[in-house]
């Protein structure tokens, strides 16, 4: 028998199948019903319900990976190629 993370034990589905449910879930601006019909087209066949289940279960630990990720792309200094101001109703570019 394999070895799976206890994480995911008694669980139907193997962990790399939850891990993109919820990664979908997290990552993007999706609702369950449509992480239900993606996972659908890749033919793994799995109700909204589970997934909700998934994301109460895993998703904080998804989540803080995603928002640590994207942390540390943002620098200290931040460019700004233009601006416009207005003075008296009339437009100036920076």
Known sequence: MPH?????????????????AVWLYFRFPLSLRMVEDLLAARGIIV??????????????????????????RLGDKWHLDEAAI????????L
């Open 47 to 72: 109700s909204h319900q589970t997934i909700r289940q998934w994301a109460e279960k895993f998703g904080r630990t998804f989540a803080n990976e995603i928002r640590r990720r994207s942390s540390g």
């Open 86 to 93: 207005s003075i008296r109703g009339k437009k100036h570019w």
């Open 4 to 20: 799976r993370d206890p994480l995911y034990r008694r669980h139907r589905f193997p962990a790399e199948i939850i891990a993109h």
